[in-house]
């Protein structure tokens, strides 16, 4: 089984900023892209940001500019720095890897989702 556990939520002002992380531990065989995905109330999931193992990233237009998202390969973890927030980025985070785990039947791949982390910026 691979793990996800995220960190760094919070409350902030608007204008603030905030920082999340997740590490992935557990059977890991290997972690290809991470990203970042958000949730606000009455809305769909939607991507925030993703990075893939050669460190090519992708925005959401909402957040360009403002938010950028980094990996330490070495650790299995991923960042989002979010500056300059706004009230309309509240929502509850929740991190995302593709990747390998090494299960009873073998190397299986995976979409592994984190439990989720609340970000409330208040205006």
Same mark, same amino acid.
């Given at each position: 089984?691979?793990?996800?556990?995220?960190?760094? *939520?919070?409350?902030? +002002? /608007?204008? @603030?900023?905030l920082r999340l992380s997740c590490a992935a531990s557990g059977s890991i065989f #290997?972690? %290809?892209?991470? *990203?970042?995905?958000? +949730? /606000?109330? @009455?809305?769909?999931?939607?991507?925030?940001?993703?990075?893939?193992?050669?460190? #090519?990233? %992708?925005?959401?237009?909402?957040?360009?500019?403002?938010?950028?998202?980094?990996?330490?390969?070495?650790?299995?973890?991923?960042?989002?720095?979010?500056?300059?927030?706004?009230?309309?980025?509240?929502?509850?985070?929740?991190?995302?890897?593709?990747?390998?785990?090494?299960?009873?039947?073998?190397?299986?791949r995976g979409d592994y989702w984190g439990q989720g982390t609340q970000v409330a910026?208040?205006?």
């Amino acid at each position: 089984q691979v793990q996800l556990v995220e960190s760094g *939520g919070g409350l902030v +002002q /608007a204008g @603030g900023s905030l920082r999340l992380s997740c590490a992935a531990s557990g059977s890991i065989f #290997s972690i %290809n892209a991470m *990203g970042w995905y958000r +949730q /606000a109330p @009455g809305k769909q999931r939607e991507l925030v940001a993703s990075i893939t193992n050669g460190g #090519s990233t %992708n925005y959401a237009d909402s957040v360009k500019g403002r938010f950028t998202i980094s990996r330490d390969n070495a650790k299995n973890t991923v960042y989002l720095q979010m500056n300059s927030l706004k009230p309309e980025d509240t929502a509850v985070y929740y991190c995302n890897a593709e990747g390998a785990g090494h299960t009873v039947w073998g190397i299986r791949r995976g979409d592994y989702w984190g439990q989720g982390t609340q970000v409330a910026v208040s205006s």
